[in-house]
């Protein structure tokens, strides 16, 4: 009662809450993701990884859907509002089955790829993926309102149902634990559902003329392809790394892609509130580059801090987060985090620029992802190697964006 006094008394903004909510929530996900570990094993937890990587290749595609719906939300009002948010639910829904019908289908040939334990697992998963296209969107919505109350309460419903029915279902069945993480993977995406505003969606048509419907198609292809960037530099490596080392040495991979990604996903929070803020200050007509400044300061430091951690206390993090069993990976521990730290700060110009519908920044992400991928695809003697690969991409990836901030910095300056 004390500390509710206390945070009534200091009056949080929505968007204080909203980062509190979303360190609870990337706190619950990388406890997830420990005890499995813990619980597992490293040959067991691999299977686990893949899982888990499906879990976030899917939450990028869904983005794009986020995404669109945040930025049109800040722009529409009313009855126009309604229809686009009902449309974009149509499309995510189509495009939901879509992909869930092709992951069902094709399950036998993705437990070959991944040397998995099962099927079964992709099947399951592949049920839920409509569900987390339609939560998206009711994601974006709040987004895009700045609606941060109910935006956080979405993710925190979506994380601790994960955690709860996982752990519980993995201690009172006794049946494969992949399809155990795959069935709490699916309730939960109908727990981020939750809360669901009928209110944002009308079944009449409200027409929206031909230019805006234009921009809307052009910032969803632009935003799917940028997308697809993140998918690919996130999550190509675990996926290769488990098609081409054994489970043991996949297993110990996971741990370590798991740890170094902590400044990612700290990064992920000042996107959320990146995109609207942009797009409302470009809107009023005034200055964005503050802003991104800001947030650029924030990811270099934190992405430092972990770096330096990593580097001075390898062995001691991982025994405390997975055990004495993944141990082997404490010499790559800090490598691993500063691509993760550089590709975070990338991360941040890429969406700014995304939010002031300029183009080439995607295109150099898309670039350097595809880059990655085939360096790993080309260089995969060793998990060492596969590490040296990445921090070679990203940081050709940070320059090149370092370089065309002030290359169009200059130019605007000198337009005006």
């Known amino acids: 009662m004390q500390i509710l006094t206390i945070l009534k008394s200091k009056k949080i903004s929505q968007e204080q809450l909203f980062m509190l909510s979303v360190l609870i929530v990337n706190g619950g996900n990388y406890l997830y993701n420990l005890i499995l570990g813990r619980l597992l094993g490293p040959e067991q937890f691999a299977d686990a990884a893949v899982l888990i990587t499906f879990l976030l290749v899917l939450s990028f595609m869904a983005m794009t859907f986020q995404l669109v719906t945040a930025k049109f939300s800040v722009l529409f009002e009313a009855d126009i509002f309604k229809s686009f948010v009902f449309g974009v639910y149509k499309n995510a829904l189509i495009v939901g089955v879509f992909m869930g019908v092709l992951i069902i289908v094709f399950s036998s040939q993705l437990q070959q790829v991944f040397n998995t334990s099962s099927s079964a697992m992709f099947t399951i998963f592949g049920v839920g993926v409509p569900f987390y296209f339609l939560m998206s969107v009711n994601r974006g919505v709040f987004q895009g309102k700045k609606e941060f109350k109910f935006l956080s309460i979405t993710y925190q419903s979506e994380m601790v149902s994960r955690l709860v029915i996982t752990l519980g279902l993995i201690f009172l069945l006794n049946i494969q634990s992949s399809v155990i993480i795959s069935i709490g993977i699916l309730i939960s995406f109908l727990f981020g559902l939750l809360p669901f505003k009928v209110?944002?969606?009308?079944?009449?048509?409200?027409?929206?003329?031909?230019?805006?419907?234009?921009?809307?198609?052009?910032?969803?292809?632009?935003?799917?392809?940028?997308?697809?960037?993140?998918?690919?530099?996130?999550?190509?490596?675990?996926?290769?790394?488990?098609?081409?080392?054994?489970?043991?040495?996949?297993?110990?991979?996971?741990?370590?892609?798991?740890?170094?990604?902590?400044?990612?996903?700290?990064?992920?929070?000042?996107?959320?509130?990146?995109?609207?803020?942009?797009?409302?200050?470009?809107?009023?007509?005034?200055?964005?580059?503050?802003?991104?400044?800001?947030?650029?300061?924030?990811?270099?430091?934190?992405?430092?801090?972990?770096?330096?951690?990593?580097?001075?206390?390898?062995?001691?993090?991982?025994?405390?987060?997975?055990?004495?069993?993944?141990?082997?990976?404490?010499?790559?521990?800090?490598?691993?985090?500063?691509?993760?730290?550089?590709?975070?700060?990338?991360?941040?110009?890429?969406?700014?620029?995304?939010?002031?519908?300029?183009?080439?920044?995607?295109?150099?992400?898309?670039?350097?992802?595809?880059?990655?991928?085939?360096?790993?695809?080309?260089?995969?003697?060793?998990?060492?190697?596969?590490?040296?690969?990445?921090?070679?991409?990203?940081?050709?990836?940070?320059?090149?964006?370092?370089?065309?901030?002030?290359?169009?910095?200059?130019?605007?300056?000198?337009?005006?």
């Open 199 to 416: 209110g944002h969606v009308s079944l009449k048509t409200t027409a929206i003329d031909s230019s805006t419907s234009k921009q809307i198609r052009n910032f969803f292809i632009l935003t799917a392809f940028y997308e697809l960037t993140q998918i690919i530099i996130n999550n190509s490596d675990i996926l290769l790394v488990k098609h081409y080392f054994e489970s043991y040495e996949a297993g110990l991979y996971a741990s370590l892609a798991l740890i170094g990604r902590i400044v990612y996903f700290i990064a992920w929070m000042f996107v959320m509130l990146l995109l609207p803020t942009v797009i409302q200050l470009k809107k009023e007509g005034k200055a964005t580059a503050p802003i991104l400044f800001k947030y650029v300061g924030y990811i270099a430091a934190i992405a430092l801090i972990i770096v330096l951690t990593c580097a001075i206390f390898p062995k001691l993090m991982i025994a405390i987060l997975f055990g004495d069993s993944y141990l082997a990976m404490a010499p790559l521990l800090w490598k691993y985090a500063m691509a993760t730290g550089m590709f975070a700060v990338s991360n941040i110009f890429a969406y700014y620029y995304l939010s002031l519908d300029k183009y080439i920044p995607v295109v150099i992400s898309g670039v350097f992802g595809m880059l990655q991928m085939l360096l790993v695809v080309f260089f995969h003697e060793s998990l060492e190697q596969v590490v040296h690969m990445q921090i070679i991409a990203m940081i050709s990836l940070l320059i090149i964006q370092i370089i065309f901030f002030k290359f169009s910095s200059n130019h605007v300056v000198k337009t005006d």
